[in-house]
């Protein structure tokens, strides 16, 4: 299949997607600005980064998820040329949870130990995961619509859904033991390797 160029419309449409994403990235970073004003108080740099340990790990976390999501959002856009009506809604709403999960930060890194609540954990995961799923009905899409693709290559779909399934055990753990903590989150970093070693799995015994 000859490669073709993406069209005008949907290249700005990425653009504003990634606008968008830029936009949420630097929001995460206003809260640790906000702190700096401690400093009017006395006290020094070392105290104020001992004190908001957990604001700047949530900043840090919530930069890696954001950033992951970007990532697999462009791979999976890589060799798309065209949008229908059904992907771009998809990718709107994918916009809208990563808008929204600037706000779950903060409440993970909030006072009163707020970032311990069962909701919290459910609005900061679950915007994740949600946003990841989002991802894997837009593979579903692109899979079934040749003519929006400028190649044969079709999406992982397996590993998109498998990213949202590891959020979902993320979930589960941190609520069912609480002393987890966001921890969890880290089966992110092994979630490629077992789903990819999974999908080998699968194919080797068909």
């Keep these: 299949m000859e490669s073709r160029e993406r069209s005008r419309d949907f290249e700005r449409f990425l653009t504003f997607i990634d606008a968008i994403v830029a ?5 995460l970073i206003l809260p640790l600005v906000d702190v700096t004003a401690e400093l ?62 600037p706000f779950p930060t903060a409440l993970t890194s909030g006072p009163n130990g707020s970032g311990d609540e069962a909701l919290t954990k459910v609005l900061y995961v679950g915007t994740m995961a949600v946003a ?34 590891t959020f979902l055990v993320a979930l589960a753990v941190m609520l069912l033991v609480p002393g987890s903590s966001y921890w969890p989150l880290l089966l992110l970093v092994v979630a ?15």
């Design 132 to 165: 990841s799923f989002l991802l894997g009905c837009a593979c579903v899409v692109l899979s079934r619509h040749d003519e929006l693709r400028d190649s044969p290559e079709r999406p992982d779909t397996v590993r998109a859904f498998g990213t949202t399934a």
């Design 40 to 101: 009017d108080h006395g006290g020094s740099v070392a105290d104020l980064l001992s004190d908001n340990q957990a604001r700047i790990g949530a900043f840090f976390l919530s930069f890696l998820v954001i950033a992951r999501l970007w990532l697999v959002q462009h791979h999976v856009l890589s060799n798309v040329v065209a949008a229908s009506r059904a992907l771009t809604n998809l990718l709107l709403l994918w916009c809208l949870t990563i808008v929204v999960l």
């Design 192 to 206: 490629d390797r077992v789903i990819e070693w999974g999908t080998d799995l699968v194919h080797r015994r068909r």
């Design 23 to 27: 936009i949420a990235v630097t929001l």
